[in-house]
Every structure is written in C-alpha cells, then in structure tokens.
C-alpha cells in the first residue's frame, strides 16, 4: 500500500509526459503488491488523469427517471422517490487534480430540488463503452455525509438477458447513507422483474475513527458462482445463493413455482455487466434531507480499475446455502 500512495504522489507532481509512465507502473504495483491480486491482469481502468473526463470510458444518464417500455410508463425519481436531477454538466462531474468530483447541489432545475451526476461505462443508446463479465473491480473513493445523501459506485447488466430489473441482476460494490458515515454496504438484486424481485447483502463497519468521508479501496471480487466485497483489502462478505426467474404475472415479475422455472445457475451474475457512479438525494432508501446536510455533497474518485484472473475463473461453483422462493 506504501507503494500505492508514493506513486499516486509522483503521478500528480510529474508533467502529463511522464504520466503514463508512472501510471503503467502504478497499475503494475497494484497486481504484483496486492496479495488477492497476484494471478490478476489489468483490463480496464481510469486514473482520471488531466483536466476532462474521457468520454470513451464514460457517459451519463440525464434526468429525474427513466421510461419503463415493458409497462409503457414513465417512472420518476428512478423508481426511489429520488429527488435529484442528473446533469452532464461540469458543475456537477468534473475532473480535476487526479480525481474525478461528482457533486450534488442544492438548486432547482426541471422541477426538482437538487442537481448531481450518474456516469456509466454505457453508452445513451445502449451501446457498450466498458462491461465485463467475472473479474476483481477496486475503487479508491472519497464519499459524502449528510441526512438524505446517498453516494454509491455499483454495476448494471450491458444486456437485460433475463428480463427488466431485477431478474437480470444489480451489483452494489458499495452504497452508503449518508447519515450513517461509519458503515457502507453491499448487496446483490436479483430473483424476477418488479415486484418480485429479491435482494441480499450486508454492512462493512469501519474502524473507530475511520468513516467512508475518508479515502478507502472498495474492492468486488467477482467469480462464476461467488462475489467477495472487501475495503481496504478485508473481505467482509461472500455471497453464493441467488436465483433469477424470466416468469411474469402480466407485464410484472412472478416468483418461481419449481426449479424449472428458473434460469440456469449462475444467472443473473453470469452476463457482462458495466460501471456505474453517481450520488443520489433522498429517497426511500434513506430519507431526505433536513435542515443540516450540507451541500455541495462531493465525491471524489482516485481511480478505478479491473482485473482479470490469469488463467481463467475454472468451473461454475454450486449454489451456496439458501432457500429458493418455493423452499420452505
């Protein structure tokens, strides 16, 4: 880890000339110092380097929802009664000084309270910037605090194979409320499309007198059959049971009766799946703001970067222990 913070040092310090240089060296560091990561190959990162985002890594998603095409409906507040509009804009995504800044504020604009961003390794039109399938993704971030702030970096299927969420599947690398600075989480969403979807995760404490408005290397582990979510290189949780289902009740989700109905294991987490950063405000998950969140809410992202395991990941491992929905 020394060598980790000496090099990000010299990378901010050197001309844009020797930029790469260090940076070819720093991501070199990362596989042969990381004792998780010694058969790993480095397929993927941004150092956020410069003094613009690289929009062949990364677009936005703009606005306060989404259209729902399978209910031909319009769904604000991106399904969570959320209160911010995303913009493209600098103001709320900008790099600056090795970091990328993704900043919520507190201004109206088309009817809404606040502003912020949500960058994805996804094209507008669907198309592919950056997804992968199986790999070990870490994030070295910076999150902000405040009632009603939620800040989260967590991965999206490229491709709805087994249909609209959740039957194809959401990774949460990590989240966080806002009000709760001493604990992040992370959580797998899975079963059949709404509503009968399925979640399951768990919650990373820190140390006392360590918060997630500290740097820290958020770190996803990603293999056919099991994920492993770790900070700062401790693996605080394995999952290995969760099912998808294609069956609907109309044009919503319907829980399996049997095995046959659902879709072979490991799926979801068995298709590629791309990046995903933004910070949300308010919302079912954690309530909105009061009176003393303060805004700007920044997040500040060092870099992210995936890898690959030499070799390859081997055979599928069995479903884990766990009820399927018609267990009992």
């Known amino acids: 880890m020394k060598a980790k913070r000496m090099l990000r040092v010299l990378r901010r310090s050197l001309s844009s000339v020797c930029l790469a240089v260090v940076t ?11 004792v998780q990561a010694q058969s790993c190959e480095l397929v993927w990162s941004d150092e956020f380097a410069g003094d613009k985002l690289d929009r062949t890594k990364w677009d936005f998603d703009v606005g306060n929802g989404f259209f729902n095409y399978s209910a031909n409906q319009w769904i604000s507040g991106w399904g969570n009664n959320e209160l911010q509009y995303y913009t493209r804009e600098p103001e709320n995504a900008s790099v600056a000084e090795g970091m990328l800044h993704i900043r919520a504020l507190k201004e109206s604009l088309h009817g809404c309270g606040y502003t ?11 198309g592919k ?5 199986y790999g070990k993704f870490e994030i070295r971030a910076k ?13 999206l299927p490229q491709d709805d194979k087994y249909g609209t969420w959740a039957s194809s599947g959401e990774i949460d690398i990590v989240e966080a409320r806002g009000q709760e600075p001493n604990k992040v989480l992370g959580t797998l969403h899975y079963g059949s499309r709404w509503p009968a979807n399925a979640h399951s995760g768990n919650d ?6 360590e918060t997630f408005a500290d740097f820290h290397v958020y ?14 290189g401790k693996i605080y949780q394995t999952q290995s049971h969760w099912w998808s289902t294609s069956k609907l009740d109309g044009t919503n989700g319907a829980k399996p009766v049997n095995e046959a109905e659902l879709n072979p294991w490991p799926a979801p987490f068995d298709q590629p799946f791309y990046l995903v950063m933004n910070i949300a405000v308010g919302g079912r998950f954690l309530g909105n703001p009061n009176a003393e969140t303060k805004f700007p809410a920044e997040m500040l992202v060092d870099y992210v970067r995936v890898y690959d395991k030499v070799g390859g990941y081997g055979p599928v491992k069995p479903r884990g222990e766990g009820k399927l929905p018609f267990e009992k």
Do not use: H
């Open 24 to 34: 070819a060296a720093l991501n070199f560091l990362a596989c042969a110092i990381d």
């Open 116 to 126: 912020s961003a949500r960058l994805k390794t996804r094209a507008r039109d669907g």
């Open 129 to 133: 910037l950056f997804a992968k399938q």
């Open 143 to 155: 999150l902000p605090t405040g009632q009603g702030v939620w800040p989260a970096l967590w991965m």
């Open 204 to 209: 990373f404490i820190f140390p006392a007198g």
């Open 219 to 232: 770190t996803l582990e990603w293999e056919p059959g099991e994920i492993r979510w770790g900070v700062d």
